[in-house]
């Protein structure tokens, strides 16, 4: 017999109206705290609620999904603070050299940070410790923690119904994942604009500064690491491209790996993967959405990149390049390059398991990830006119025998 639903979780007629409901439904997730912390994330909360009144175009059980990510993301802010409050002196030693990769998305992110996470000398952001952010528990209490099983289950309903996102982007509760889970949680961030169409709140945030979110990044990445604050974090999030500013000023001493691919092919296969999260929340026009996406996404990334690059000028020292093509051809060669840029030693054992991985290519163990230019309204040609002298400056044009 099924549970019926509480009254806080029911989706509201109107989002924008609904901020009280939402704050109360979070609540209820955390047995009554209601302590979400500064106001800072409630500007970009009232414009992402109105937003979600104007731009998609909701499928009932989307409607509900939508209402529930909201509610689960604000909950999660609030697992944070009152975890917080539960361990004073989580703070007492602040994030040191983190290593960061970025790069606009499907650059080979995802590919490089799990391989760099075989190394024990790093401490990352585990998929489920982004929902449930506390203090990190020994890996052999996870199965019994509440928290790690809720979040098991909710990949696994992710991925039935959406099998298609294991090909292009596969997630699981205890590998570590992306910081855009927890920056999130300050309400500007480009993550709300991935499952539902936000184009007017897309075009509010990308005008508004994150520093906020970057403080709430920093004050969490202290409390999961508390109990070994000296072991150093990596971190991976392509978002991070379009904050390099606010990334280095929560993180001065941050060591940036910045990867790098062919606009063409990596601004399709993104839309590939957000149009297909977009199925699960909306209905109807997807040629529309999908030509919208293609012109939004190409413009997003391109202009990322043009402001990402003074700071890179200005950090010199600090921002490693690795290029796709070059890390796929020799994935090795590229790691030996990162631990020479941070000053780190590879293990005999540690490359061992990174070789064994590169063998196994997992990336490809849900299928291939298709896509091309002409679904999203693209050309190679208006792509890389978008890009400007990006792919020459990178040689990022791929040569094939």
């Not at 957000?274 to 996404?297: C, D, K, P």
Request: aromatic share 8%; glycine share 6%; hydrophobic share 40%.
């Amino acid at each position: 017999m099924t549970e019926p639903i509480s009254p806080t979780m029911m989706p509201p007629a109107s989002f924008a109206a609904s901020e009280d409901q939402l704050h109360a439904a979070a609540a209820a997730l955390l047995d009554g705290w209601d302590d979400f912390g500064a106001d800072d994330y409630r500007r970009g909360l009232e414009v992402l609620l109105h937003s979600m009144d104007y731009d998609p175009r909701w499928s009932k059980e989307g409607r509900a999904r939508g209402w529930a990510g909201l509610v689960g993301v604000l909950a999660a802010r609030g697992h944070a603070i009152r975890a917080m409050a539960q361990n004073p002196g989580f703070d007492a030693v602040p994030i040191r050299a983190p290593i960061v990769i970025t790069g606009i998305p499907r650059t080979g992110t995802t590919a490089l940070h799990k391989l760099l996470a075989l190394d024990p000398q790093f401490q990352g952001l585990q998929t489920w410790l982004t929902s449930a952010p506390q203090p990190r528990p020994p890996r052999e209490t996870w199965e019994a923690n509440r928290q790690f099983r809720k979040t098991v289950a909710e990949m696994e309903r992710r991925h039935t119904d959406k099998p298609a996102a294991l090909a292009a982007h596969a997630m699981t509760a205890e590998e570590v994942d992306e910081c855009c889970l927890v920056l999130r949680q300050g309400f500007v961030s480009n993550l709300w604009t991935c499952g539902w169409s936000a184009a007017s709140y897309d075009l509010w945030r990308q005008e508004q500064s994150e520093a906020h979110c970057y403080a709430h990044l920093d004050r969490v990445l202290q409390l999961i690491g508390s109990p070994e604050p000296d072991q150093r974090w990596l971190l991976k999030n392509p978002g991070h491209v379009e904050n390099l500013d606010a990334l280095f000023a929560a993180f001065p001493d941050a060591m940036v790996v910045q990867t790098h691919r062919d606009p063409t092919k990596a601004i399709p296969s993104l839309c590939a993967l957000l149009i297909g999260n977009h199925a699960l929340f909306e209905q109807g026009r997807v040629a529309e959405r999908s030509w919208q996406m293609g012109l939004r996404e190409s413009e997003k990334w391109a202009r990322a990149l043009r402001r990402a690059e003074p700071v890179r000028q200005a950090r010199q020292g600090q921002v490693l390049d690795v290029v796709h093509a070059d890390f796929h051809r020799d994935p090795m060669a590229t790691i030996e390059r990162i631990y020479a840029f941070a000053g780190l030693t590879l293990s005999h054992d540690v490359r061992a398991a990174m070789v064994s991985r590169i063998a196994a290519k997992p990336e490809l163990a849900h299928g291939a990830h298709r896509y091309d230019l002409d679904t999203f309204g693209l050309t190679a040609e208006a792509v890389r006119e978008r890009f400007g002298d990006y792919v020459s400056r990178f040689d990022l044009l791929e040569k094939r025998a």
